[in-house]
């Protein structure tokens, strides 16, 4: 067994690539409290039931499992934001909280070409209803985007109430949806026309699903949309998509925004608007949120929620270029220069300038500067 | 500039044919070369040549924005990416195959040998039949012969091979043909790039063949 190695799927950030991620998390930081958000930590590990429990939210395959002493199934935090909706659920007594975090999540699945261990930043908004909360979630996804400095990006939107309302009254078993649901995820129009014929589904209904891979592109696909069905909640989700554009546009975001009412993510954990972040330069989202108006209700307490989830590595592959190795100076105490080192040393941090120690046996590393030598006689070189 | 990945080969001329018809200059394609990556005249469009079963993967990377594969290819690989278009050319069918006497036989454990072992995993998975799924690279046709498998789950175009070695198609699983799929990211990026040239191949799709 080689124990330098590391499982697959998980790795080591070195020096640079740390810079980088802090760098990034510390401006998001600063913009999530900026608008008010609390951040929290999570307990790491969590029981399987909280995610397995009801309709499970999170696939059992994706989950790290481990047994506890007294025998419960317990799992390495799989998500983040239903650690969110349970905390707001459970543990905090405000009808409105704002709640961000930096965290990694797990992935067992993952492996290969992707991360299991994935390190996520994300806001979570409970207790706000309407297109202005989520006209808000967006119009902050893309501020967020353009803090960590990258220009090069679209929201894309979407809304699970469209396929929820067309799939009323079509005739479709649950099985047959979900089946369905997966082949307009990939925009597979071939497998959608096979899979409703092999379902019979009523024809009116046809003709939407159909058409949901083509729903993408500007806001003229909201009307398009809504020529293809009369369900009243399909039609209401489009019209609250029309409200949610107006909104950003108020706010001057909506040169960030495109539709797509194709991208139908999990029914089970979202409820309404869903919105995924897409950069110029990476293959993968490097953002993905959406309306989860019953998840804290599994947790005991209804709450409407909203958020998203900023995936860290994918969106520093956008930014390209890593941050400059910030200056340090050090000092090198000689036998006999400890006292002088030490107190140059002092003095420098108290000037508020970054300074490494060192002692005199081996060479300085590369990057420091400037660096002084301590001896006998007090700081005798520089 | 748009990033295509192409597979060598037939599938590759059929692709060329079908952008010539959509006025892209990719006479380039049917050139003879050993150059994996050619760029058009007009610096439109950039063509990488991968191994088939790559395609999923460079497109699903980002690397190539669109990239032309067959349905097979995209079953066993299972990448996640924008199945756009079936252009409806390589047609032929994913079969279980074997001697005659094996048809309508049940055998609590079906030995099956395949070059599509994820495909073949999920399709017996998903009919609740236990198979043992026998991992072979080429000539699998060989495989019931030698007594390695009970049946074999491969493509079969003309059923030439099989018939040469006394074998029949038991089941015809899926339809295969070539399909043009897209990265998730790039056909929102590149919008303005990817639209027309589907709109255009969806009217020139099925033609010549």
């Given at each position: 067994?080689?124990?330098?190695?590391?499982?697959?799927?998980?790795?080591?950030?070195?020096?640079?690539?740390?810079?980088?991620?802090?760098?990034?998390?510390?401006?998001?930081?600063?913009?999530?409290?900026?608008?008010?958000?609390?951040?929290?930590?999570?307990?790491?590990?969590?029981?399987?039931?909280?995610?397995?429990?009801?309709?499970?939210?999170?696939?059992?395959?994706?989950?790290?499992?481990?047994?506890?002493?007294?025998?419960?199934?317990?799992?390495?935090?799989?998500?983040?934001?239903?650690?969110?909706?349970?905390?707001?659920?459970?543990?905090?007594?405000?009808?409105?909280?704002?709640?961000?975090?930096?965290?990694?999540?797990?992935?067992?699945?993952?492996?290969?070409?992707?991360?299991?261990?994935?390190?996520?930043?994300?806001?979570?908004?409970?207790?706000?209803?309407?297109?202005?909360?989520?006209?808000?979630?967006?119009?902050?996804?893309?501020?967020?985007?353009?803090?960590?400095?990258?220009?090069?990006?679209?929201?894309?939107?979407?809304?699970?109430?469209?396929?929820?309302?067309?799939?009323?009254?079509?005739?479709?078993?649950?099985?047959?949806?979900?089946?369905?649901?997966?082949?307009?995820?990939?925009?597979?129009?071939?497998?959608?026309?096979?899979?409703?014929?092999?379902?019979?589904?009523?024809?009116?209904?046809?003709?939407?699903?159909?058409?949901?891979?083509?729903?993408?592109?500007?806001?003229?696909?909201?009307?398009?949309?809504?020529?293809?069905?009369?369900?009243?909640?399909?039609?209401?989700?489009?019209?609250?998509?029309?409200?949610?554009?107006?909104?950003?546009?108020?706010?001057?975001?909506?040169?960030?925004?495109?539709?797509?009412?194709?991208?139908?993510?999990?029914?089970?954990?979202?409820?309404?608007?869903?919105?995924?972040?897409?950069?110029?330069?990476?293959?993968?989202?490097?953002?993905?949120?959406?309306?989860?108006?019953?998840?804290?209700?599994?947790?005991?307490?209804?709450?409407?929620?909203?958020?998203?989830?900023?995936?860290?590595?994918?969106?520093?592959?956008?930014?390209?270029?890593?941050?400059?190795?910030?200056?340090?100076a050090a000092v090198v105490c000689r036998p006999g220069g400890e006292r002088a080192g030490w107190q140059l040393y002092r003095k420098l941090l108290a000037e508020?300038k970054?300074c490494?120690l060192f002692t005199e046996?081996?060479?300085v590393?590369?990057?420091?500067?400037p660096v002084y030598i301590a001896g006998e006689g007090g700081i005798v070189g520089c | 500039?748009?990033?295509?990945?192409?597979?060598?080969?037939?599938?590759?001329?059929?692709?060329?044919?079908?952008?010539?018809?959509?006025?892209?200059?990719?006479?380039?394609?049917?050139?003879?070369?050993?150059?994996?990556?050619?760029?058009?005249?007009?610096?439109?469009?950039?063509?990488?040549?991968?191994?088939?079963?790559?395609?999923?993967?460079?497109?699903?990377?980002?690397?190539?924005?669109?990239?032309?594969?067959?349905?097979?290819?995209?079953?066993?690989?299972?990448?996640?990416?924008?199945?756009?278009?079936?252009?409806?050319?390589?047609?032929?069918?994913?079969?279980?195959?074997?001697?005659?006497?094996?048809?309508?036989?049940?055998?609590?454990?079906?030995?099956?040998?395949?070059?599509?072992?994820?495909?073949?995993?999920?399709?017996?998975?998903?009919?609740?039949?236990?198979?043992?799924?026998?991992?072979?690279?080429?000539?699998?046709?060989?495989?019931?012969?030698?007594?390695?498998?009970?049946?074999?789950?491969?493509?079969?175009?003309?059923?030439?091979?099989?018939?040469?070695?006394?074998?029949?198609?038991?089941?015809?699983?899926?339809?295969?043909?070539?399909?043009?799929?897209?990265?998730?990211?790039?056909?929102?990026?590149?919008?303005?790039?990817?639209?027309?040239?589907?709109?255009?191949?969806?009217?020139?799709?099925?033609?010549?063949?």
């Open positions: 067994m080689a124990y330098f190695k590391l499982p697959s799927g998980v790795r080591d950030a070195l020096p640079a690539e740390c810079r980088a991620l802090y760098a990034a998390e510390g401006k998001l930081s600063a913009a999530f409290s900026r608008a008010g958000f609390s951040a929290v930590r999570t307990a790491g590990l969590e029981y399987y039931d909280t995610f397995a429990g009801i309709g499970s939210t999170v696939e059992q395959s994706k989950m790290f499992k481990m047994t506890d002493r007294d025998g419960s199934l317990i799992v390495l935090r799989p998500d983040m934001t239903l650690a969110c909706a349970r905390i707001a659920a459970t543990k905090l007594r405000q009808k409105r909280a704002r709640l961000c975090y930096f965290s990694d999540v797990y992935d067992f699945s993952a492996g290969g070409n992707a991360d299991r261990e994935v390190a996520q930043a994300g806001v979570e908004i409970f207790g706000e209803q309407g297109a202005f909360a989520d006209a808000y979630a967006v119009a902050f996804a893309a501020e967020c985007l353009r803090e960590i400095g990258i220009g090069d990006f679209i929201i894309d939107i979407g809304h699970v109430g469209y396929y929820k309302g067309v799939l009323e009254g079509s005739g479709l078993s649950e099985e047959a949806a979900e089946e369905i649901r997966g082949y307009i995820n990939a925009k597979d129009a071939v497998n959608v026309e096979i899979a409703l014929k092999e379902h019979g589904a009523s024809e009116r209904a046809q003709a939407a699903l159909l058409a949901l891979p083509s729903l993408f592109g500007g806001a003229e696909v909201l009307d398009e949309a809504a020529a293809l069905t009369d369900n009243p909640a399909a039609l209401g989700a489009l019209a609250h998509l029309k409200k949610v554009y107006a909104f950003l546009g108020e706010m001057g975001a909506e040169k960030y925004v495109s539709f797509d009412l194709g991208t139908v993510k999990s029914l089970a954990y979202y409820s309404g608007i869903v919105f995924t972040g897409l950069a110029g330069g990476v293959g993968a989202p490097v953002l993905s949120g959406g309306r989860y108006d019953g998840l804290c209700a599994r947790f005991g307490r209804d709450l409407a929620a909203v958020g998203f989830a900023i995936g860290m590595e994918r969106a520093l592959r956008a930014l390209g270029e890593e941050p400059p190795v910030p200056a340090c508020g970054p490494a046996e081996g060479e590393p590369a990057g420091y500067a | 500039m748009l990033n295509v990945a192409l597979a060598k080969g037939r599938l590759a001329d059929s692709c060329a044919d079908l952008f010539l018809r959509c006025g892209i200059r990719a006479e380039i394609l049917k050139e003879e070369t050993r150059k994996l990556v050619l760029e058009t005249p007009d610096k439109r469009f950039n063509f990488f040549f991968v191994k088939p079963t790559d395609v999923p993967t460079y497109v699903e990377y980002g690397i190539a924005d669109i990239g032309v594969a067959g349905k097979d290819t995209l079953l066993e690989a299972g990448a996640d990416l924008y199945e756009m278009l079936d252009l409806k050319f390589e047609r032929c069918k994913l079969c279980i195959a074997g001697f005659p006497s094996m048809r309508g036989v049940q055998k609590p454990r079906l030995r099956v040998a395949t070059k599509y072992v994820n495909t073949a995993k999920r399709l017996f998975f998903s009919r609740g039949e236990d198979a043992e799924v026998i991992p072979l690279h080429g000539s699998i046709e060989l495989a019931p012969l030698t007594g390695l498998s009970d049946v074999i789950f491969d493509i079969v175009q003309s059923g030439g091979t099989l018939r040469a070695n006394g074998l029949v198609v038991l089941e015809e699983v899926f339809d295969i043909s070539a399909r043009l799929v897209a990265n998730k990211v790039r056909l929102k990026t590149k919008a303005a790039e990817i639209l027309p040239l589907l709109a255009q191949m969806k009217r020139h799709v099925g033609e010549g063949i």
